[in-house]
């Protein structure tokens, strides 16, 4: 959820010291899109944020007057495009932007259902491939991260399809002056491993627990640090920490300010097992890379041209590779503060600021988009929400 609301407040605050007028939309109950409110949000009985989505959609009309609003709307999925077809505004302006993929019964699907039947049985179900074809109707553009996601989109049978890179940029939480860690974790001798995210499997925080636990053993002065969300099961998380009796090793801290974490820790690690429940690009990756903070994660298909070729203090390894993640922190040393250049191939934020506006320029004047071909770089989604950018 971080990572997310990080990029909404970038896309907007950016948008808005270029002169673009910006509104974020929220449910009613929500009073802004700090992580705290947002994770309060959720935890609302599910018919309580399905009666507020549905009276936000049927009502966005009355909160634009304007004849050149854009709506950029961010849906979980392809499923759910259906929900455009109930949104009350004219379909040319409508700009659909995915946070992740839709789910099918393949192989990749098959194993996460297996390591993590909760989480994915009802996403199995809810965020299916079948879904989407609701949305080849839609006369609505819909705007791709990177071109992986494109040509899934585009497999999908949606012909208005549009390929841009996102941004980032910390909120102001981020800028707090000091970030306290256990007194045990926070001395010269220390090299600290990072892990922010979710608890569940799929992201791979089972393989870094094992892998942690085979490295300590050889190399005593490293300690992980677990920035955990409220995502998935932290029970399971905690028994496997006492399995490996690895805790005076481990300190589980919850959410935490990004970037103060990201400045503190040696590497950060994102062993993920696959693209499922992520975000198209990882914000963590943006945001690691604007800090200089080294990075060890996995090759995964989604945004592996990024990484390509990975500069030194970019360790890419094949995901559940317990074995080789376990040597990757053994060489982990530490940063004394260096701040290392950027190792994503993208291009400058101001450019991809600009190619979004000439997308947002496109359909407030109701110009037919088709496909815009630039090349740009897969990265992550702005997060949930609702964006009506005017140009």
Request: aromatic fraction near 6%; proline fraction near 7%; charged fraction near 15%.
């Amino acid at each position: 959820m971080g990572g997310q609301v990080t990029a909404i407040n970038a896309l907007i605050t950016l948008l808005k010291q270029k002169g673009v007028e910006a509104t974020l939309l929220l449910p009613h109950g929500v009073a802004s899109a700090d992580k705290t409110a947002l994770d309060a949000y959720v935890t609302l009985p599910f018919w309580v944020r399905l009666k507020e989505t549905w009276h936000l959609l049927r009502n966005i009309s009355l909160k634009m007057q304007r004849p050149d609003t854009v709506l950029h709307l961010v849906l979980p999925s392809p499923a759910f495009s259906w929900l455009v077809w109930l949104v009350d505004f004219p379909q040319e302006r409508i700009l659909i932007q995915y946070e992740g993929a839709v789910t099918r019964w393949d192989q990749a699907h098959r194993q996460a259902l297996w390591d993590d039947p909760g989480m994915l049985a009802p996403r199995m179900i809810i965020n299916h491939y079948c879904w989407s074809l609701a949305g080849r109707w839609l006369t609505a553009s819909h705007l791709a991260i990177g071109s992986h996601a494109a040509t899934a989109l585009k497999s999908l049978g949606y012909d208005k399809v549009s390929t841009a890179a996102n941004l980032a940029l910390f909120a102001p939480e981020d800028h707090a002056p000091q970030l306290e860690l256990p007194v045990d974790f926070d001395n010269e001798t220390i090299t600290l491993v990072g892990y922010i995210g979710h608890c569940f499997a799929v992201k791979g925080v089972d393989d870094l627990l094992a892998a942690f636990a085979r490295a300590a053993n050889q190399a005593n002065h490293l300690r992980l640090l677990l920035a955990l969300s409220g995502d998935g099961n932290a029970t399971r998380i905690r028994k496997a920490i006492q399995h490996f009796h690895i805790g005076d090793k481990v300190a589980i801290l919850g959410l935490v300010p990004t970037q103060r974490l990201l400045e503190r820790l040696d590497v950060l690690v994102l062993p993920y097992r696959a693209a499922l429940t992520t975000t198209l690009y990882p914000s963590l990756l943006l945001e690691a890379d604007s800090v200089g903070c080294p990075v060890i994660t996995t090759a995964i298909p989604e945004w592996q041209n990024i990484l390509t070729p990975p500069p030194p203090h970019v360790t890419v390894l094949p995901p559940r590779d317990v074995p080789a993640l376990a040597q990757a922190l053994m060489k982990v040393t530490r940063r004394n503060g260096q701040c290392y250049g950027s190792f994503l191939h993208l291009p400058p934020q101001e450019e991809r600021l600009e190619h979004m506006r000439t997308i947002y320029r496109n359909l407030s004047g109701m110009v037919e988009m088709g496909m815009v071909t630039e090349r740009l770089s897969d990265t992550t989604t702005p997060g949930q929400g609702i964006r009506t950018p005017q140009s």
